[in-house]
């Protein structure tokens, strides 16, 4: 019996060595036994059965490269659990016999190379890696891959492979990296240097830049990892241009030069272009179809890049693009089939792998064994301005609800889905359609029209009141011929030509150069699409995205709605949309109840009906709703996108940190993952979550000067066009308002007082203080005073002195500057009798103390005047002047400080000091 099993046994592992014959000689290797031996038959060579030192059996195979012996393999039959066996291997990767050991390459005392096999499985040990261990591979790598390993190893022996490489990563630069990137990269880089798992995934939203992290990682990893080759999969075809494009235009960090002046990048046409490639861009479609030994196309195929086999694929050894070609995988857009059928495809490198999702799913999580080393939601892109937050407006027609029926013997057109040609028939029987049947089976020319017009009729009252131009819009249909009835539908509703609105799908005339349009014109404002712009095209200017088709896939949903949520400079926003002054937000209109799935997340601002200041005043009492603090969050985003920078860095300093991680705060609060992992040890879960919202909001409920500030921005920045009153002239005349004047100058005098502890230009010029005001201290004051509800400026609150004060003011024909400011403040607390222009003053002074030079005997050249001239020029005009200032205009004309210096001597300094005290007293 037991020589049976022993037989058994034997067949078994006969058979796997026939197997892994067959691998060897797929991948380079030349078999020999070892009576026909010939180390110089080719690079590669695996000797059957070789003996090995005294206490150390046989060996299956001994692996030659280069005539040096460098690994080893052990055949075990199909089925057997090869983790079982690593012992036997690393029994013999020690036991050399002298003779062998002479052309041996070792490491530590053993072979470097180890490897246990079924024929149906193997495994693989590179002995150069840090810690050692034993993983699956799809076959074995080619002789001149183990040669390469060989050679890094022997050129940098501290580091020899990448996996040792990846611990000593320099420092990531933060120059140009958002918070959130840096995180991701980060994180990956934690991943492989810990190598707990052989894959990672970075959650980021949609529009955070997801690719431009992809790019920085790869330079990385190329310059400083030891990686030599990256596979860049992307969702379609089209999307392969936009990521070419975006390693185009990275500039590395140091010396700026483009990543692809360094590393070529490629889309993938073939094996053939592989050798020249650092990374190479494709669909996993394309990647197939490559391993099939296919030629690859690089034009789009709708076709072949949305193509999703039935079942999963299985994937065979192809010579030119062995599974070591690629070190990094990197999976754009993680969520979609390809962990699923074309999951085989991801495995047959030997490569780590990182996706990129803005929405993964169970199955996502699955295949990335949990390893999530980064998160970023969308809700916290839009706390940090990278996102804009969105509205949702729903559209309902009788038929897009229910369906309809059309009566048997009615006359109705019918159109071939395949030639597009039309006909008339009668029906036979009534036709009773759903509304899943749709613009599917059934196209209801009066649903698409009154959904059109509706959305026309809505769209500067109600969607986007007060604008007059179509916002840029993307409608979603179901299908090219859908998408063919709505672009027609909507020029036609619109009353405007082609220019207008334009179908961008596969199928469509020049895809591509209508998609830049879409991007760039001011002309082309409504786009019309199924797929195409689905994923990972950006559209930044995009407001308005408008479905017409239902999708049942939270993740593709996500990826759809992101299109719009991208933010934008003002000036290009303005370039494209002219009525508009910054995207704040942009709008979901739903036709279809897309956004009545229990996947889709409510926008930020949640309740549209409730104001700023009431939401603030909420704020201060902490008795704001969970759902209204999110609408907060909202509104504090959309507010920070339209501040200058002078005004974000006040609005910092009044809340003694930045604002926007006030709003990274409140959004956190409302956010379920944080509530669940506080309420999951909380004894009362209400409480903590109460006790968390109430935290986050502290930062504004304490303090009720940034209230204040929050409101007075607002209003600075609101403009309310009234079109509903029509105004009747009352009368026309001549007249000098005094009361109106009285108004405005005891409202100036409250204002002084009201703010004396708070605006520093006041307490300057107020209170003796030995520090001088200065033009910023000036310039916030003119910042406060002219916001709503006052509006005031200098000139305004001087001409009503003017005209109260006639005899005591002084008027003059120059623009006024903002130092009046400090005159008009001494002039109303009562230090100054006469309301004097800044300038005037400081020009009097400055006469005044060049008589006094004159009388003590100094006697100035024309050089020194010039300098001295200018100086009180820029006190007149900035309320003092810095040493630092010789450096600016008009005096570099002369040399700067150093012609300062020069010209005035070493009395330079004493001199600027000697002008501030006198001229600004």
């Known amino acids: 019996m037991a020589d049976s099993v022993s037989e058994i046994r034997l067949q078994a592992e006969q058979k796997a060595r026939v197997m892994i014959d067959r691998q060897l000689t797929e991948a380079g290797w030349l078999v020999q036994d070892k009576s026909a031996l010939n180390l110089f038959a080719g690079p590669g060579v695996a000797v059957r059965e070789s003996i090995m030192a005294a206490g150390h059996g046989r060996v299956d195979y001994l692996l030659y490269v280069n005539q040096q012996v460098v690994g080893v393999i052990e055949a075990k039959p199909v089925g057997t659990a090869l983790s079982g066996v690593e012992w036997q291997s690393a029994m013999y990767a020690t036991g050399l016999p002298a003779a062998v050991r002479l052309r041996a390459l070792t490491r530590d005392d053993r072979?470097?190379?180890?490897?246990?096999?079924?024929?149906?499985?193997?495994?693989?040990?590179?002995?150069?890696?840090?810690?050692?261990?034993?993983?699956?591979?799809?076959?074995?790598?080619?002789?001149?891959?183990?040669?390469?390993?060989?050679?890094?190893?022997?050129?940098?022996?501290?580091?020899?492979?990448?996996?040792?490489?990846?611990?000593?990563?320099?420092?990531?630069?933060?120059?140009?990296?958002?918070?959130?990137?840096?995180?991701?990269?980060?994180?990956?880089?934690?991943?492989?240097?810990?190598?707990?798992?052989?894959?990672?995934?970075?959650?980021?939203?949609?529009?955070?830049?997801?690719?431009?992290?992809?790019?920085?990682?790869?330079?990385?990893?190329?310059?400083?990892?030891?990686?030599?080759?990256?596979?860049?999969?992307?969702?379609?075809?089209?999307?392969?241009?936009?990521?070419?494009?975006?390693?185009?235009?990275?500039?590395?960090?140091?010396?700026?030069?483009?990543?692809?002046?360094?590393?070529?990048?490629?889309?993938?046409?073939?094996?053939?272009?592989?050798?020249?490639?650092?990374?190479?861009?494709?669909?996993?479609?394309?990647?197939?179809?490559?391993?099939?030994?296919?030629?690859?196309?690089?034009?789009?195929?709708?076709?072949?890049?949305?193509?999703?086999?039935?079942?999963?694929?299985?994937?065979?050894?192809?010579?030119?693009?062995?599974?070591?070609?690629?070190?990094?995988?990197?999976?754009?857009?993680?969520?979609?089939?390809?962990?699923?059928?074309?999951?085989?495809?991801?495995?047959?490198?030997?490569?780590?792998?990182?996706?990129?999702?803005?929405?993964?799913?169970?199955?996502?999580?699955?295949?990335?064994?949990?390893?999530?080393?980064?998160?970023?939601?969308?809700?916290?892109?839009?706390?940090?301005?990278?996102?804009?937050?969105?509205?949702?407006?729903?559209?309902?027609?009788?038929?897009?609800?229910?369906?309809?029926?059309?009566?048997?013997?009615?006359?109705?057109?019918?159109?071939?889905?395949?030639?597009?040609?039309?006909?008339?028939?009668?029906?036979?029987?009534?036709?009773?359609?759903?509304?899943?049947?749709?613009?599917?089976?059934?196209?209801?020319?009066?649903?698409?029209?009154?959904?059109?017009?509706?959305?026309?009729?809505?769209?500067?009252?109600?969607?986007?009141?007060?604008?007059?131009?179509?916002?840029?819009?993307?409608?979603?249909?179901?299908?090219?011929?859908?998408?063919?009835?709505?672009?027609?539908?909507?020029?036609?509703?619109?009353?405007?030509?082609?220019?207008?609105?334009?179908?961008?799908?596969?199928?469509?005339?020049?895809?591509?150069?209508?998609?830049?349009?879409?991007?760039?014109?001011?002309?082309?404002?409504?786009?019309?699409?199924?797929?195409?712009?689905?994923?990972?095209?950006?559209?930044?200017?995009?407001?308005?995205?408008?479905?017409?088709?239902?999708?049942?896939?939270?993740?593709?949903?996500?990826?759809?709605?992101?299109?719009?949520?991208?933010?934008?400079a003002s000036a290009d926003f303005q370039a494209v949309t002219p009525d508009a002054a910054e995207k704040t937000r942009f709008v979901i209109v739903d036709a279809v109840g897309v956004t009545e799935h229990d996947f889709v997340d409510p926008p930020l601002n949640r309740d549209k009906s409730v104001s700023l200041q009431k939401l603030l005043d909420k704020a201060a009492t902490l008795t704001l709703t969970e759902a209204e603090t999110a609408t907060l969050a909202s509104r504090l985003a959309a507010l920070e996108l339209q501040l200058t920078q002078a005004e974000r860095i006040e609005l910092d300093q009044v809340a003694g940190a930045p604002v926007r991680d006030i709003v990274r705060g409140l959004v956190d609060a409302v956010d379920p993952d944080t509530q669940a992992r506080i309420t999951a040890t909380a004894a009362d879960p209400a409480a903590a979550v109460q006790d968390l919202l109430d935290a986050a909001v502290r930062p504004i409920a304490a303090n009720p000067d940034l209230r204040a500030r929050i409101l007075e921005l607002r209003r600075a920045h609101d403009r309310i066009i009234d079109e509903v009153s029509v105004d009747t002239l009352e009368d026309a005349y001549g007249v000098v308002d005094t009361s109106r004047a009285q108004s405005i100058v005891d409202s100036w005098r409250d204002y002084l007082t009201e703010h004396r502890d708070e605006i520093t230009a006041i307490q300057l010029l107020t209170e003796a203080r030995d520090r001088k005001i200065s033009f910023a201290d000036i310039q916030e004051l003119a910042d406060r005073i002219q916001r709503p509800p006052r509006n005031w400026t200098p000139d305004l609150i001087w001409a009503a002195y003017a005209a109260i004060d006639t005899t005591r003011v002084r008027w003059h024909n120059d623009r006024r500057t903002l130092t009046d400011l400090v005159s008009l403040i001494r002039y109303t607390v009562g230090q100054d009798d006469h309301l004097v222009p800044y300038a005037d003053k400081v020009r009097e002074r400055y006469a005044g103390w060049l008589r006094q030079q004159e009388q003590a005997g100094v006697r100035l050249t024309d050089t020194q005047r010039w300098w001295l001239d200018r100086m009180a020029q820029v006190i007149a005009a900035s309320a003092g002047i810095t040493p630092d200032d010789l450096d600016n205009a008009p005096f570099t004309e002369r040399g700067g400080i150093d012609g300062a210096i020069r010209d005035l001597g070493p009395a330079t300094a004493e001199l600027v000091d000697q002008l501030n005290a006198e001229l600004t007293a």
């Open 111 to 568: 072979l470097p190379f180890v490897f246990e096999a079924s024929g149906s499985e193997t495994h693989f040990t590179n002995g150069y890696d840090p810690q050692p261990r034993a993983r699956l591979v799809f076959t074995f790598p080619r002789p001149e891959t183990l040669a390469r390993f060989v050679r890094d190893a022997q050129a940098t022996p501290d580091r020899p492979t990448w996996r040792a490489k990846v611990r000593h990563l320099p420092a990531l630069p933060a120059d140009g990296l958002r918070p959130a990137q840096i995180t991701a990269i980060s994180g990956i880089e934690r991943s492989l240097a810990e190598q707990r798992f052989d894959r990672s995934l970075v959650q980021m939203a949609t529009g955070a830049g997801k690719t431009f992290t992809a790019v920085t990682e790869s330079y990385r990893l190329l310059k400083y990892g030891g990686f030599g080759r990256v596979l860049f999969l992307v969702d379609r075809n089209n999307l392969a241009d936009q990521t070419v494009a975006e390693f185009q235009n990275y500039r590395t960090p140091g010396d700026g030069r483009r990543f692809t002046e360094l590393y070529n990048v490629d889309k993938l046409t073939g094996a053939g272009m592989l050798a020249s490639s650092s990374v190479v861009v494709s669909t996993i479609q394309r990647v197939y179809k490559a391993l099939c030994g296919d030629a690859v196309s690089a034009d789009d195929d709708p076709g072949l890049d949305g193509f999703v086999p039935d079942e999963p694929v299985t994937v065979t050894y192809q010579r030119q693009i062995p599974p070591e070609t690629f070190d990094l995988v990197i999976v754009d857009e993680a969520h979609r089939s390809i962990y699923g059928v074309w999951r085989r495809v991801l495995e047959y490198f030997d490569a780590h792998i990182v996706g990129l999702t803005a929405t993964p799913g169970k199955q996502t999580f699955g295949f990335f064994r949990q390893n999530l080393v980064s998160e970023y939601t969308y809700p916290q892109s839009v706390a940090d301005n990278v996102n804009v937050d969105f509205d949702l407006y729903r559209i309902r027609t009788q038929i897009s609800e229910q369906g309809s029926t059309i009566e048997a013997g009615t006359v109705v057109p019918a159109v071939d889905r395949r030639t597009r040609v039309q006909r008339l028939q009668t029906l036979d029987d009534d036709l009773e359609y759903t509304k899943r049947q749709l613009d599917r089976a059934v196209t209801a020319t009066s649903q698409i029209r009154l959904v059109l017009e509706t959305f026309r009729d809505r769209l500067f009252t109600e969607i986007f009141p007060g604008r007059s131009t179509v916002p840029k819009t993307l409608i979603f249909c179901k299908d090219d011929a859908h998408a063919e009835e709505v672009v027609t539908t909507v020029r036609e509703v619109f009353g405007k030509g082609n220019d207008f609105a334009a179908k961008i799908t596969y199928q469509a005339k020049d895809p591509k150069g209508h998609l830049q349009a879409f991007r760039t014109s001011a002309t082309l404002r409504i786009a019309v699409t199924v797929d195409m712009i689905a994923t990972g095209t950006d559209v930044k200017p995009l407001e308005c995205v408008f479905f017409l088709r239902d999708v049942r896939s939270a993740a593709y949903f996500e990826q759809m709605k992101g299109r719009g949520a991208r933010t934008i």
